[in-house]
Nanobody
Framework: QVQLVQTGGGLVQAGGSLTLSCAAS????????IAWFRQVAGKEREGVSC????????YYRDSVKGRFTISRDKASNTVYLQLNSLNTEDTAVYYC????????????????????????WGKGTLVTVSS
């Protein structure tokens, strides 16, 4: 089963940028996309962005559109999430996730509990945005 290793994150001032990485231990033949989620203590995990490997389409939650960019480096089996124009509301633990079967990005992002359908997760990385 593919494993996901996350790097990146940290402390940044409002308006700043960070890059999160999610490296998979296997080629993309084992999974069909990567989704990013974030969670604040005491709140539900929410979908942030998703990339579908079959058609290259990308998806974002409304609050990050135009600020975050998801991308993929196929050669290194790594998906990146570029976070720009960060604000304090972006402070959270960010997780990348996938599944052993194809999953619809629109559903996992657009459904409050969509993350429950994914069974492979990175360990999470903390992003803290200071004002």
């Amino acid at each position: 089963q593919v494993q996901l290793v996350q790097t990146g994150g940290g402390l940044v001032q409002a308006g700043g940028s960070l890059t999160l990485s999610c490296a998979a231990s296997a080629s993309s033949h084992s999974y069909t996309g990567i989704a990013w989620f974030r969670q604040v203590a005491g709140k539900e995990r929410e979908g942030v962005s998703c990339i579908n490997f079959s058609d290259g389409k990308t998806y974002y939650r409304d609050s990050v559109k135009g600020r975050f960019t998801i991308s993929r480096d196929k050669a290194s089996n790594t998906v990146y999430l570029q976070l720009n124009s960060l604000n304090t509301e972006d402070t959270a633990v960010y997780y990348c996730a996938t599944d052993s079967v194809p999953f619809p990005c629109q559903v996992v992002l657009g459904t409050p509990t969509g993350y429950l359908g994914l069974d492979i997760w990175g360990k999470g990385t903390l992003v803290t945005v200071s004002s």
